[in-house]
């Protein structure tokens, strides 16, 4: 019966310790494959990163492209003056509303009037209203500067 128990023992260390190699195996081969693919990834983010600030400065200089091209098309429209202030987003008294489409882009709301003294305008966008009478800048009112004066 000792023998049995000596035995039966031998086997169960036998078992325990191949058992802790095969899974001591186990993690070292999980753990190489993760740093693995830790690996490739640091080289594909960065290999994504260099691909975006490539991006970024196609993306500038097709900005300046756009810029002197709009300019230079305002000039065409407006004049040399008026192309350059429309360019720039300037605003200023007796610009048209079509001058400052251009320039501003879209307005957030146009409301118009009719009168039998002239045409009514109000351009918005955003917390700034543009006047116009008869298509003409006469007057603008910036909302957010009125608010931070109270």
């Given at each position: 019966?000792?023998s049995k128990i000596k035995y039966t023992s031998i086997v169960?260390?036998?078992?325990?310790?191949?058992?802790?190699?095969?899974?001591?195996?186990?993690?070292?081969?999980?753990?190489?494959?993760?740093?693995?693919?830790?690996?490739?990834?640091?080289?594909?983010?960065?290999?994504?990163?260099?691909?975006?600030?490539?991006?970024?400065?196609?993306?500038?200089?097709?900005?300046?492209?756009?810029?002197?091209?709009?300019?230079?098309?305002?000039?065409?429209?407006y004049g040399e003056e008026d192309g350059s202030r429309v360019?720039?987003?300037k605003v200023w008294k007796g610009m048209t509303e079509q001058?400052?489409?251009?320039?501003?882009?879209?307005?957030?709301?146009?409301?118009?009037?009719?009168?039998?003294?002239?045409?009514?305008?109000?351009?918005?966008?955003?917390?700034?209203?543009?006047?116009?009478?008869?298509?003409?800048?006469?007057?603008?009112?910036?909302?957010?500067?009125?608010?931070?004066?109270?």
């Amino acid at each position: 019966m000792i023998s049995k128990i000596k035995y039966t023992s031998i086997v169960l260390i036998f078992f325990v310790l191949f058992s802790q190699n095969i899974f001591s195996q186990s993690v070292n081969d999980s753990l190489t494959n993760i740093n693995s693919q830790k690996e490739y990834l640091i080289k594909h983010n960065n290999k994504i990163k260099g691909e975006i600030d490539s991006l970024n400065m196609v993306l500038k200089n097709l900005d300046v492209v756009l810029k002197a091209n709009l300019k230079n098309l305002y000039i065409l429209k407006y004049g040399e003056e008026d192309g350059s202030r429309v360019a720039n987003r300037k605003v200023w008294k007796g610009m048209t509303e079509q001058m400052l489409q251009d320039g501003w882009g879209k307005a957030d709301t146009v409301t118009a009037n009719s009168y039998k003294w002239g045409l009514y305008t109000q351009w918005t966008y955003g917390d700034i209203t543009f006047f116009f009478k008869n298509g003409k800048l006469f007057e603008w009112e910036d909302k957010s500067k009125t608010k931070k004066g109270n």
